[in-house]
């Protein structure tokens, strides 16, 4: 009897687990995308002769060869680099907080996508995003194979498109030429690792979950593997919108 009420406690545990990753996953990309959506409805206004032109918001984030734009990106970064290498000794209030920070300053650094592409082409990425996702979430949680050497090669994968997206940004930003072939490039490249990447997360996860308690470790655990399935996410949206997204007139 009481092995039975353990076994059920378990798997109360592992189901709480997991809708707690993808929970978290499925309130930050909507929270992201609320935030882009109402940041992108304010970066132009109209001036009386009719013209459109940057807002103050817009002026602050893409004027000066975008330097606010950076700005953000790299407060991206220390965001993620805060909750996942402090993950261990914060409270869950602060890696919650740290979480939903992050989701609202990437939802303004995705203002651009609303301003550059259609709407359509928009909603095409991201259904053909979701559709890759949830294939890829439910292949890493059913198969019986060890993911574990897919997620090392997507890994120096990821790494090889982090160096030549610096490269890029260093050229473009030293010569104004145009770079379509990387760029090209290393948005297949991003589409393939991550793609690999959610399911590697996927397998990751299911086997942390196999193991989890309702404490305040695990619930910090669960904020870490909603933001992993989070950037599979967003990447591999951001790379099919590269690829096949149509920009407005």
């Known amino acids: 009897m009481t092995q039975t009420k353990s076994l059920r ?17 499925a309130f930050a990309l909507f929270l992201s995308a609320v935030v882009a959506y109402f940041t992108a409805a304010n970066l132009f206004t109209q001036t009386l002769d009719g013209h459109m032109q940057l807002s103050y918001l817009g002026k602050m984030l893409f004027a000066g060869r975008g330097m606010g734009f950076m700005l953000l990106c790299f407060l991206e970064i220390a965001v993620v680099i805060f909750l996942t290498a402090k993950i261990r000794t914060m409270s869950v ?24 592409y259609q709407i359509a082409s928009i909603a095409n990425a991201f259904f053909a995003t979701s559709a890759t996702f949830v294939v890829m979430c439910i292949y890493g949680s059913k198969t019986k194979s060890d ?11 990821l790494l090889g498109i982090l160096l030549a997206t610096l490269l890029h940004f260093i050229l473009g930003f030293f010569t104004g030429a145009p770079l379509a072939m990387l760029d090209l490039l290393v948005s297949i490249a ?3 690792v991550f793609t690999g990447l959610t399911a590697y997360d996927s397998q990751k996860i299911l086997k942390t979950a196999e193991n989890s308690k309702n404490t305040d470790d695990y619930k910090k655990v669960a904020i870490l593997g909603a933001l992993e ?21």
């Open 9 to 25: 406690l378990t798997v109360a545990e592992k189901s709480q687990f997991l809708s707690r990753c993808y929970g978290w996953m």
């Open 93 to 116: 209030f602060t890696a919650r907080f740290s979480f939903i920070l992050y989701s609202v300053i990437n939802g303004i650094s995705l203002s651009s996508i609303f301003a550059v």
């Open 147 to 157: 993911l574990t050497k897919l997620g090392r090669y997507c890994v120096m994968g």
């Open 190 to 192: 991003t589409v393939l």
């Open 229 to 249: 399935l989070y950037l599979d996410f967003i990447n591999i949206l951001l790379a099919l919108l590269k690829l096949f997204g149509k920009r407005k007139d």
